[in-house]
């Protein structure tokens, strides 16, 4: 009976340790099926193995990874996807962290508006010379055609120069880039709900209190239910 008993209270925790595990061990899949869109791994005389080498990064399929301290994990700085056989480009947020990307020498037809959405630290990239750069000329510093590929360099913020409040965000809002050609709103400091018009600081006791106690309750009444049950056996 105490062995059933026990069994019972140490149920819930399993099932979150095993949650756990399985959250991350897809995240582990998500980021290593980027590196192994197609096979081989990173060369060293390529431009991103040459920019791995100098950014002292570790190769890793067609990934180039690394962390700026021990406690933080590794993440994708390039990814090099040239030679590929890709013809669509449409979700490798995976590698939204990349500082440089190589599509080359791919019989790319299209690229999809939203595929670099949130790649904000991207900043130099490798296309088929017919291929646009994302966002259009005017997301980039430097753009070049060069040995029939074109280069994009140095994405520009879609914000205003000082960072602060845009026209093309609501009132009482700031503009923050979210990769090429894009930009998201955020609420100023004391502004907050919908198109930042609520003035005064977000009130999460009274949304996020009765949520906590409700799942306290929840919690404790599932665990008594399951003291009953095993009281009863």
Request: hydrophobic share 35%; net charge negative; proline share 4%.
């Amino acid at each position: 009976m105490k062995m059933k008993a026990g069994c019972s209270q140490l149920y819930p925790l399993a099932l979150v340790l095993i949650f756990n595990i399985c959250f991350y061990g897809s995240y582990q899949l998500s980021e290593l099926q980027v590196c192994k869109l197609c096979s081989g791994s990173v060369q060293n005389d390529t431009a991103v193995g040459e920019f791995c080498s100098s950014s002292a990064g570790r190769i890793g399929g067609r990934c180039c990874l690394r962390n700026d301290n021990t406690t933080d994990p590794e993440r994708i700085i390039g990814l090099d996807l040239s030679n590929c056989s890709l013809t669509h480009v449409e979700d490798l947020h995976e590698a939204s962290t990349a500082l440089m990307i190589d599509l080359s020498h791919n019989p790319i037809v299209n690229i999809s508006d939203t595929a670099f959405q949130g790649f904000i630290e991207l900043n130099y990239m490798i296309l088929p010379g017919d291929i646009l750069c994302p966002g259009g000329n005017t997301s980039w510093s430097k753009v070049e055609v060069k040995a029939g590929d074109r280069l994009c360099q140095g994405q520009k913020s879609m914000c205003n120069q000082t960072g602060q409040l845009s026209i093309d965000c609501p009132e009482n809002s700031l503009c923050a880039p979210y990769g090429p050609g894009f930009f998201e709103c955020s609420c100023a400091d004391s502004y907050h709900g919908y198109k930042c018009l609520r003035e005064g600081e977000f009130p999460a006791l009274q949304v996020f209190g009765p949520l906590g106690a409700s799942t306290v309750v929840i919690s404790i009444l599932l665990w008594v239910t399951q003291r009953r049950k095993a009281k009863s056996l």
